[in-house]
């Protein structure tokens, strides 16, 4: 079968501190022309040049849904805009057999100036569509959207998650054979990314390909068969979705051991309380990464309070690298009350018997207010979405045991076997 995007060689580079030159008016072609001759210096000179992007290979198959996955900056974005011919490369090619919808950055595509209704007819001439192919979608698109009342409002006055959604719905509905698809999403709330997710879905299960770029690791691992991970403009590693983002997000944990939580590391922080360290401990006591199968699961959780803290929550989420949640357990659950605490430092030992498959997993920690619940980080005290990674490693001693490895855990169960008459 012929791949439907093939990419050989694929690199983009810049020259840092440089930019295209766009002369609006005779001043700023005058300056234009004093600064030309510096600039020729300094290319002559130790011009700094940045590879975006740099020997990228990979073929995508008619029908794929490919997830892209990587840092912040790694150049995820850089490849959609050349495969979506926004940008050209520097080197290599990237051919696409089909026609290429993208939604790479709200309002691309979008004239601001013209309706919501002009713009939906405008992103269709430009995919190729005849005007009767548009309207037979029109009234689906706008639903989607939900923007029926502002339909013929210019798209300059959308708020932006208005933007977002009626590109969305402008990409996905427009049967593209390409859909490329950037971390936009982030832009929606909780319901428009499921109905967004489960409408790329919808598109791949057509026949139709899908390129999707996301920080949400288990939205890549559901809904893509295929992923690509890049690294420094790197391809770093390509197949099986589930495997690549494993392999991914083994990488991105910290190598040390000291437990340290750094500042970077809190999603939300409020000033009463900040969690300052967490361990994962072995039977002696010791910090450890590993633990084995059937063993509790012994933390140690340092944290300080800066402000008299009251009625105050705290838990411990355990979850598998594709962002799955294993369980969720809170200080309450040991009958201990919420914590009334002054400023000090503090420590909190926890104890989870949870009989975990084999493999890699992390940690969240939080603290929340009284009512607040884990899966609302702007309501936190303190939230750590990545606190610690371990692996759970099978003991020899288990023997024979198989471990069904698409599991969650292997509770302990107590059988016996007798014989027995019927009569």
Known sequence: ??????????????????????????????????????????????????????????????????????????????????????????????????????????????????????????????LGMRKAEIERKFDEIIAFAEIEKFIDTPVKRYSSGMYVRLAFAVAAHLEPEILIIDEVLAVGDMQFQKRCLGKMNEVAKSGRTVLFVSHNMRAVAQLCGHCIWIDSGQLMSRGLANEVVVEYLSSVQPETMDGLITEEMHEHEAPELSFRRVELLDENAHSTAISYFGDPLRFRVEFEVLKPLTQARLGLVIQKFDETVVCAVQHTDAALDLLNLQPGRYVANIQVDVPLIPGPYYIALFAKPHGGYWTSPDRSLDYIPHALAFNVEEVSAQGETVLPTNALVYPVSRWTVEGFNHH
Not at 19 to 42: E, G, N
Not at 102 to 107: A, I, N, R, Y
């Open 1 to 126: 079968m012929k791949p439907i995007i093939k990419v050989e060689g694929l690199g983009k580079q810049y020259r840092v501190g440089t930019r295209s030159p766009q002369f609006a008016t005779l001043r700023d072609s005058i300056s234009a022309a004093v600064r030309k001759p510096l600039a020729a210096l300094r290319a002559n000179g130790d011009t700094e040049v940045f590879w975006a992007l740099r020997d990228v290979d990979f073929e995508v198959e008619p029908g794929e849904v490919v997830g892209v996955i990587g840092r912040n900056g790694a150049g995820k974005s850089t490849l959609l805009k050349l495969l979506s011919r926004i940008t050209e490369p520097t080197t290599g090619r990237a051919e696409l057999y089909g026609r290429v919808a993208s939604l790479l950055e709200v309002g691309t595509g979008f004239h601001p100036e013209l309706t919501g209704r002009e713009n939906v007819f405008l992103n269709g001439a430009i």
